[in-house]
T-cell receptor, first 114, second 116 residues
Framework: DGGITQSPKYLFRKEGQNVTLSCEQN?????MYWYRQDPGQGLRLIYY???????QKGDIAEGYSVSREKKESFPLTVTSAQKNPTAFYLC?????????????FGDGTRLSIL | AQSVTQLGSHVSVSEGALVLLRCNYS??????LFWYVQYPNQGLQLLLK??????LVKGINGFEAEFKKSETSFHLTKPSAHMSDAAEYFC??????????????FGRGTQLTVWP
């Protein structure tokens, strides 16, 4: 079955450390997205990419970086510059001409600070 | 920017009672509208979407939503709640046209509790 795989499910970060969250999809979708979810705040967009080798900042990109070298993969790096990284991170994908097409979501990665 | 408002961060109903979760959007042109459900420690699952073909949209798990342009609303309902409906529900919008590159704007979510 096609879908989105996020790994790991749980991740711990030490102070001053960069960590990378993996997101892989086999839906043949062009567009991919990263969201951060905090209690009571809904989903906030970090970065998104419509095609390979291109991506745009979302609403809360500071302290994060991404790459899009392959259509199937959109890894997110949480850098040491992100001072409050504890959150639930969700990756999503959709068709590029996606007007009324929904985004499909992975099962998330929960990041905590040690 | 698009704005989506979900009235009520928590809604509690008894099993078998009507479920009503509210969503209002703020744009002059009706956007594409979506409802998602999230169970604990999982991703979001699409319940239904509005695309302008019909104002009453039926989704999975017995949920439906009615688009009302005059009220800029897209409220989610289910006639009879089940214990398994307990989850968090998100309304999301996507602007028609423009250069928003397909991004969705999400409401803050409504946590639904179902009492036995």
């Amino acid at each position: 079955d096609g879908g989105i795989t996020q790994s790991p499910k749980y991740l711990f970060r030490k102070e001053g450390q960069n960590v990378t969250l993996s997101c892989e999809q086999n839906l043949n979708h062009d567009a991919m997205y990263w969201y951060r979810q905090d209690p009571g705040q809904g989903l906030r967009l970090i970065y998104y990419s419509q095609i390979v080798n291109d991506f745009q900042k979302g609403d809360i990109a500071e302290g994060y970086s991404v790459s899009r070298e392959k259509k199937e993969s959109f890894p997110l790096t949480v850098t040491s510059a992100q001072k409050n990284p504890t959150a639930f991170y969700l990756c999503a994908s959709s068709k590029r001409d996606n007007k009324n097409q929904p985004q499909h979501f992975g099962d998330g990665t929960r990041l905590s600070i040690l | 920017a698009q704005s989506v408002t979900q009235l009520g961060s928590h809604v509690s109903v008894s099993e078998g009672a009507l479920v009503l979760l509210r969503c209002n959007y703020s744009s002059s042109v009706p956007p594409y509208l979506f409802w998602y459900v999230q169970y604990p420690n999982q991703g979001l699952q699409l319940l239904l979407k509005y695309t302008s073909a019909a104002t009453l949209v039926k989704g999975i798990n017995g949920f439906e939503a009615e688009f009302k342009k005059s009220e800029t609303s897209f409220h989610l309902t289910k006639p009879s709640a089940h214990m398994s409906d307990a989850a968090e529900y998100f309304c999301a919008v996507r602007r028609r046209g423009g250069s928003t590159l397909g991004r969705l704007y999400f409401g803050r979510g409504t946590q639904l509790t179902v009492w036995p």
